[in-house]
Nanobody, 129 residues
Framework: QVQLVESGGGSVQAGGSLRLSCAAS????????MGWFRQTPGKEREGVAAIYPGSKLTYYADAVKGRFTISQDNAKNTLSLQMNSLKPEDTAMYYC??????????????????????WGQGTQVTVSS
């Protein structure tokens, strides 16, 4: 069983920064590939960033490229999302997700929520203008 616990959300003004963390526990194989997603009421869940370990392959949604950075510390079992230059449209509940890396890096669809087996409870990010 895999458990994911997010932290680091909060309220910030536009242009500010936040760093989200996801503490992961449980079978390592089941949580090798990880990602961050976000959702606002009435909208579909959106893939924000994802990481395929070993290959250092990362994916980012176009809306966050150049502003957000995903990283993974295997020694500390932690996934992080550094968010800079935040905009009001980044306001959402942010979720950490994990799954086995069942395919080779070139075939991995890291921003698709359907490939993930495990999800955290979420942490709220609110950006004011």
């Amino acid at each position: 069983q895999v458990q994911l616990v997010e932290s680091g959300g909060g309220s910030v003004q536009a242009g500010g920064s936040l760093r989200l963390s996801c503490a992961a526990s449980g079978d390592r194989y089941s949580r090798d590939c990880m990602g961050w997603f976000r959702q606002t009421p009435g909208k579909e869940r959106e893939g924000v960033a994802a990481i395929y370990p070993g290959s250092k392959l990362t994916y980012y949604a176009d809306a966050v490229k150049g502003r957000f950075t995903i990283s993974q510390d295997n020694a500390k079992n932690t996934l992080s999302l550094q968010m800079n230059s935040l905009k009001p449209e980044d306001t959402a509940m942010y979720y950490c997700a994990a799954a086995p890396c069942a395919v080779v890096p070139g075939s991995w669809a890291g921003l698709r929520g359907a490939i993930y087996n495990y999800w955290g409870q979420g942490t709220q990010v609110t950006v004011s203008s």
